[in-house]
């Protein structure tokens, strides 16, 4: 089983607007595609857990993010994802 890396940061929009929310957004990108093995040593076994039920999971821990994608960027998360390949 093969698990999709992504790595996210999340923006807000800056602008103020008056009785307005505007929601904030991410740009992730695509960092790499490796074996379970390899993330399962990285993360939690919850976050583990989780990742198997549902066929992917996000990860907002700086240390793990920094372990996955060699960056540490406040903001960020990692997007994981099941893949049959």
Known sequence: ??????????HGSGAVIPR???APYSV????DVVELEYVR?????????QLLKRGEVS??????V????GKKVENSYIK??????
């Open 1 to 10: 089983m093969r698990v999709k890396i992504y790595y996210c940061v999340e």
């Open 20 to 22: 307005h929310h505007v």
């Open 28 to 31: 992730c990108e695509d960092i």
């Open 41 to 49: 040593n990285v993360l939690p076994a919850q976050t583990l857990s």
């Open 59 to 64: 990860v907002s821990d700086l240390e793990v």
């Open 66 to 69: 920094e372990k996955l994608s």
């Open 80 to 85: 994981l994802i099941i893949v049959s390949e």
